[in-house]
């Protein structure tokens, strides 16, 4: 038991905080968030937090309402005296607005920063932000993990042969380097050419792909239209088979009649984000041991590098 330890959810995020509290040791703690007849937000904490350490899990996916209720929970905890406050954000909404790619636009990743920060939270423990720079947005400690430690387990399991990492697009690169050094194996890159958001014009596969079995790596599978066209693209090209891992699944509009009419072996994605809809092809893994493991390591001063990938390659080059 951790007795200066309290653990919250806002609404958008019960299913996931639930298994991050059985693993951690510590029931969900008891807040009233409420809705009013004119659609705002009252949060209030049912119990004492007084001089605890507190932690709010609440992913940002839309609605805004989850980020709105993050927000107030984090003002609330300060104005009760709690000791520190920490954000746990598996998903971190606004992060693909990460720059001014175009004149009279907002960096929205950075104006939820600064909601964030102004609230009072003293730290954030989030995964697979779009943009790693991201973390260098907020002037408070930022924990971000990695879901590679999920991932890499998995396909060790599958056992394939051949194996080839391929990156959805060229800003994925340096990401799927890392786990094709880790497996000792290729990396192709689809290049991609957008017209706008949600819409591609052009793709090409850049390396070779022939008789390989592909796994493609992304942080987020929006409308799916960017991992069913590379799929389809890496077997015109050759390919064995083709699988995705995305972290994230935000699936809007009809991304879940694409993935399960792409050739797609499977799409395998986390629970930061709830599946609205069961399809055969979509596999879930839960990130709630390596969240539960970073919360305890947070509140004991210890280091979370354990978690990372490149912690692991490190231990694997230093073997050699």
Same mark, same amino acid.
């Given at each position: 038991?951790?007795?200066?330890v309290?653990?919250?959810s806002g609404t958008?995020?019960?299913y ?5 509290a059985?693993r951690f ?6 807040i ?6 004119d659609?705002?937000i009252?949060? $209030?904490y049912?119990e004492s937090?007084r ?5 709010l899990?609440?992913s940002t996916f /839309?609605?805004?309402d989850?980020?709105m209720?993050?927000l107030l ?7 009760a005296?709690?000791d520190?406050v ?6 971190y909404?606004y992060a693909?607005?990460d720059r001014?790619?175009?004149p009279?636009?907002?960096i929205g /990743?950075?104006l939820v920063?600064n909601? =964030? ?14 943009a790693?720079?991201i973390?260098?947005?907020? %002037?408070?400690?930022?924990?971000h993990?990695d879901?590679?430690?999920?991932y ?8 394939l042969?051949?194996?080839?990492f391929?990156?959805?697009?060229v800003? #994925?690169?340096n990401r ?10 290729d990396?192709v ?9 949600? $819409?591609?014009a #052009?793709?090409v596969v ?8 592909i796994?493609?790596? %992304?942080?987020?599978?929006?409308t ?6 590379s799929a389809?693209?890496?077997l ?9 891992f995305?972290t994230?699944p935000?699936l809007s509009n009809?991304a879940y009649?694409? =993935?399960?009419?792409?050739?797609l072996e $499977? ?11 069961k399809?055969d092809? =979509?596999?879930?893994v839960?990130v ?8 305890r390591?947070?509140? $004991?001063?210890k280091s ?7 912690s ?8 050699n």
């Amino acid at each position: 038991m951790h007795p200066n330890v309290k653990l919250f959810s806002g609404t958008g995020s019960q299913y996931l905080a639930k298994q991050i509290a059985l693993r951690f040791g510590e029931p969900l703690g008891k807040i009233n968030i409420q809705k009013f007849s004119d659609g705002e937000i009252g949060v $209030e904490y049912v119990e004492s937090i007084r001089g605890q350490f507190v932690f709010l899990i609440q992913s940002t996916f /839309s609605p805004t309402d989850n980020l709105m209720e993050l927000l107030l929970m984090i003002d609330a905890a300060k104005r009760a005296s709690a000791d520190k406050v920490i954000a746990v954000i598996p998903y971190y909404g606004y992060a693909r607005q990460d720059r001014k790619d175009k004149p009279r636009v907002a960096i929205g /990743s950075k104006l939820v920063a600064n909601m =964030i920060v102004a609230a009072g939270a003293d730290r954030i423990i989030t995964m697979d932000l779009h943009a790693p720079q991201i973390q260098g947005y907020f %002037d408070i400690p930022v924990d971000h993990l990695d879901s590679s430690a999920i991932y890499i387990p998995y396909i060790e399991d599958l056992d394939l042969e051949n194996l080839t990492f391929a990156a959805p697009d060229v800003g #994925s690169a340096n990401r799927i380097r890392e786990i094709a050094s880790y497996f000792e194996v290729d990396m192709v890159i689809c290049d991609k050419h957008r017209r706008r958001a949600n $819409e591609i014009a #052009s793709m090409v596969v850049i390396g070779d792909v022939t008789n390989r079995n592909i796994v493609l790596i %992304d942080d987020i599978c929006d409308t799916g239209g960017t991992l069913c066209k590379s799929a389809g693209l890496l077997l015109e090209k050759g390919a064995r088979s083709v699988r995705a891992f995305c972290t994230h699944p935000v699936l809007s509009n009809n991304a879940y009649e694409n =993935i399960q009419n792409s050739v797609l072996e $499977e799409l395998v994605v986390c629970d930061t984000i709830p599946i609205q809809k069961k399809v055969d092809k =979509i596999k879930v893994v839960s990130v709630a041991d390596l969240f539960a493991v970073a919360i305890r390591n947070a509140y $004991e001063n210890k280091s979370i590098n354990s978690l990372f990938i490149r912690s692991k390659m490190h231990k694997k080059n230093l073997a050699n």
